[in-house]
Structures are given as C-alpha cells and as structure tokens.
T-cell receptor, first 113, second 117 residues
C-alpha cells in the first residue's frame, strides 16, 4: 500500500525566514504533485514533478524530487504572509489502479509578521 | 474552460434526509474523483471513475453512500440517509487519462460544504 507522509504537519514561521516541507512516500513513483489549499477554498495545483532530479520554482516556492530517496521537498524562501495555506503533496498510485493519486495529510503553514 | 463545477456549494440538511451532490468535470477529462475532507480525517478519496465506469469505491464509507456517472459530463454523489457525521466538504476532481509522459494532475472543483444537523 502506497503511503505518503508529510512533515511537519504544522509550521509557524516568521516573515522573511526560510523553511522546507518534506514529503516521503513508500513506493516507486516518478511523478509527484504539490497542491495548495487556502482556508475554506479548493485545492490548487502548484507543481508537477515528473522525473528524478526535477526542480521547479514559482516565486518564493521551489519543489524538488528525488525518486531514489522517495522524497520531495517544498522549499520556502523569505516567507510572506500570503503563503499562509495548507500544502499537500500527492503521488501516483502506480501499484494500484492507474489515475489514482495518494495525498499526504497536508502541512498547515502560518506565516506571521 | 470553466473548470470543475460542483453544486450546491453549501447544503444544510436534517439527519435522515437524502442529499445529492453534483459535479461536472472538465470537458475531455477521462477520470473523475470524489473526495471528502474533514478536520479529523483530512482528504479522503471516496470513489473514482474512468470513462464513466467506477474503478475503485473502496473509500465509500458505507452503503448509505452511492455515486453514479451516467455520462462524461455529469456525476452525482448521494447520501441516503444522511447522518451528522457525514458533515464535511466534498470535492470533485477530474483529470486526463494516464499516458506515458502525460501530466495528469487532478483539477479540483470548489467543493460542497455539507452540514447535517
């Protein structure tokens, strides 16, 4: 059974600081997705990582994928309040039915002035 | 494209009543997913369809829940009878079919916030 674990689950940071969210998964996969959810809103796709070593950046967020370590990271640079949200990673469930993504529990990020 | 459309956006009902949630996926998407999100359990996959056929319904909590997809542009999730513990946000998502090197991220609808009193 594919498992996806995120840590930390809660993260409180000050504006201007850097931090990293980790996403570990339990089986072979070379596709990983990051989503953002604002309070009371839907999930918005942030990044799609399709191969080992993939790195993508958008503004203050940078995501990377290491398929050998079964690890993806979401790095936050010089955090600002607008980044406060819950971030989910998701992995293809290749071991099961195709088309199914397995989501982590999410990391709730709070950026304070 | 308008994205995934869900209705209603909010539903308040009394215990024992039937509730029907509706979803229109993005045109051309082959897969449709129903999720439930609560504070306690997070985001749970309930069921998903490929080309209108249910593929995996192992996440459906019990027989009170049923889902249908009569055509490529419409799906329903029905709860009968509803109970207070069904209170949650229900999301519908859709995606393209998984083909090698194809990005098939799921696109989520706005959700239906269900409250059962």
């Amino acid at each position: 059974e594919l498992k996806v674990e995120q840590n930390p689950l809660f993260l409180s940071m000050q504006e201007g600081k850097n931090y990293t969210i980790y996403c570990n998964y339990s089986t072979t996969s070379d596709r990983l997705y990051w989503y953002r959810q604002d309070p009371g809103k839907s999930l918005e796709s942030l990044f799609v990582l399709l191969s080992n070593g993939a790195v993508k950046q958008e503004g203050r967020l940078m995501a990377s994928l290491d398929t050998k370590a079964r690890l993806s990271t979401l790095h936050i640079t010089a955090a600002v309040h607008d980044l406060s949200a819950t971030y989910f990673c998701a992995v293809d469930n290749y071991g099961g039915s195709q088309g199914n993504l397995i989501f982590g529990k999410g990391t709730k990020l709070s950026v304070k002035p | 494209d308008a994205g995934v459309i869900q209705s209603p956006r909010h539903e308040v009902t009394e215990m024992g009543q039937e509730v029907t949630l509706r979803c229109k996926p993005i045109s051309g998407h082959d897969y449709l997913f129903w999720y439930r999100q609560t504070m306690m359990r997070g985001l749970e996959l309930l069921i998903y369809f490929n080309n209108n056929v249910p593929i995996d319904d192992s996440g459906m909590p019990e027989d009170r829940f049923s889902a249908k997809m009569p055509n490529a542009s419409f799906s329903t999730l029905k709860i009968q009878p509803s109970e207070p513990r069904d209170s949650a946000v229900y999301f519908c998502a859709s995606s393209l079919a998984p083909v090698y090197d194809t990005i098939y991220e799921q696109y989520f609808g706005p959700g239906t916030r269900l409250t059962v009193t």
